[in-house]
């Protein structure tokens, strides 16, 4: 077999990917922080993770996929200060914070399984794992890594002689920059809180008692906490955003090499780049975002956004417009409806016929998880004039184990052969109904149609509908 090559963030080059354990690919991925309803932005961080994890099953690894959920900890502000996110939106909201994060990992765990990501081994949340977390921080208390103040227990970065490495930091610069007044008596910028003290004067929904007093983790302790429990003290590949590179893996790295004295903690590091939106990343803080609902409420299918993100790699920067989710929409449709087609063809197949395209096919999915190539390839099989059905079928079922667009039983949307003057007519009403947003009117029509039985269906293309 020939081995799978991944741009690794620790040391700036592509690498040839080799296990710690024969055989055993042990991932770890960053999940969300359940305090809002997680964007299709944040989507693209668990595709890459899973294009990832159906990359290693292909190269024949068993893999241990860990995903967190943050429902604790994470401040409004990456350095420790400002409020606690799932504390402000439990407090503005009026429920509590336990239920504002079942309600957003639920949408997470929806979201992600429409567009196709296959279930984590272990998905693991902060708050049921404080005892391992506090137990960390003893560690690296014990170890001379900490220093106490006011605010909580931090971690001292000047103790770690590699903390800038990974992310290439300029140390000197943040100095100069004075970030040390985000938190009184920090003695470095960088210095990040391992725990933090509940306020006297606060009664929080979410603190727990420890050596140090009633607090809560700070964010970062939670992925080396969780990691080691269930993957050990080292591990192969960890993914994430490219915006956690700086800070948030930076002191995950720093937490677990120093408490565990190993190097590399994690052999690689895979990141994402931002899904943008309206000329900016895409994001929950600015409220600059689309959630797949949107989509789905649009009559875009899942999977669709899931095609729509092939179509980049990942590690480039994608931008999501009307036009580019449409023309990604129709694309998936024609491609479903290839498979569907090609699906019952049945027929003989000769295997060496397929060699070539499987193997660029292959050969891109290892070479840094190359979607948009795989995808082109999964294209020219469809066209092949070449091969017969059986031949092109052949290939397309096998592609889409890294692909992962349901090709092998999605059923096309049925196309309406039909026109009718007056249901017609009614869709249109119905879409300008639905257009200034009277969903009164708009359903009056649908209810109408299906009286008659006729089945409306939302397409990228406008509304279709046939009779039931
Ligand atoms: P959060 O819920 O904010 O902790 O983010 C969950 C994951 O989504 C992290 O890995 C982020 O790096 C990632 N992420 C956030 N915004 C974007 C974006 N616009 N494009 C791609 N990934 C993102
Ligand atoms: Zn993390």
Redesign the pocket.
């Known amino acids: 077999m020939k081995p799978l090559v991944l741009y690794n963030t620790r040391t700036r080059s592509k690498d040839v990917f080799e296990p710690i354990e024969a055989g055993h690919a042990r991932v770890y991925t960053?999940?969300?922080?359940v305090y809002a309803p997680?964007h299709i932005?944040?989507l693209?961080?668990q595709l890459l993770a899973d294009l990832l994890k159906r990359a290693l099953l292909a190269q024949g690894y068993r893999v241990t996929h860990v995903i967190n959920i943050?429902d604790v900890g994470?401040l409004t502000d990456d350095a420790d200060a400002g409020e606690d996110k799932m504390e402000r939106a439990a407090a503005e909201r009026g429920k509590t914070a336990a239920e504002i994060a079942a309600q957003y990992t639920e949408q997470w765990l929806r979201d992600r399984e429409a567009v196709g990501c296959l279930a984590p081994e272990v998905l693991c949340r902060a708050t049921e794992h404080i005892a391992e977390q506090i137990a960390l921080v003893e560690t690296l208390e014990r170890k001379g890594f900490s220093y106490r103040i006011d605010d909580g227990i931090y971690f001292d970065t000047s103790k770690f002689d590699r903390y800038a490495e990974f992310a290439r930091l300029d140390l000197d610069a943040q100095l100069g920059a004075g970030r040390i007044g985000d938190v009184a008596g920090k003695r470095n910028p960088a210095d990040f809180a391992l725990w933090k003290f509940a306020a006297p004067d606060v009664r929080r929904q979410q603190e727990w008692d420890s050596p140090w007093g009633r607090g809560f983790p700070g964010w970062h302790i939670e992925c080396s906490a969780m990691s080691r429990r269930y993957l050990g003290d080292q591990f192969d590949i960890h993914t994430?955003?490219?915006?956690?590179i700086g800070v948030h893996h930076t002191n995950e790295i720093a937490q677990s090499e120093c408490a565990d004295g190993v190097h590399p903690w994690v052999r690689f590091w895979i990141h994402?780049?931002?899904?943008?939106f309206r000329g900016e990343?895409?994001?929950?803080s600015t409220g600059n975002l689309c959630v797949l609902d949107d989509l789905i409420d649009r009559g875009i299918a899942p999977l669709a956004f899931r095609y729509f993100s092939l179509q980049a790699h990942y590690r480039q920067q994608q931008t999501f417009t009307d036009e580019s989710i449409e023309s990604a929409a129709t694309g998936y449709e024609r491609l479903v409806a290839h498979a569907a087609e090609l699906r019952e063809a049945g027929g003989e197949c000769d295997a060496s016929k397929l060699e070539p395209l499987r193997e660029r096919f292959w050969g891109a999915v290892r070479d840094d998880l190359n979607a948009p190539r795989a995808l082109a390839v999964a294209w020219e099989a469809v066209r092949s004039e070449g091969l017969d059905a059986a031949e092109r079928w052949a290939l397309l079922g096998e592609f889409d184990a890294f692909l992962g667009l349901d090709l092998q039983s999605a059923a096309p949307r049925a196309q309406s052969g039909e026109s009718d003057p007056r249901i017609d007519g009614l869709l249109a009403e119905r879409e300008a109904a639905r257009a200034r947003r009277d969903f009164a009117e708009s359903d009056r029509i649908r209810d109408l149609l299906a009286d008659e039985g006729i089945v409306i269906e939302d397409t990228p293309d406008g509304p279709r509908w046939r009779r039931g």
């Open positions: 960053c999940g969300p922080t997680q932005g944040n693209r961080s943050t994470h994430g955003g490219v915006d956690h994402n780049e931002f899904l943008n990343k895409m994001a929950k």
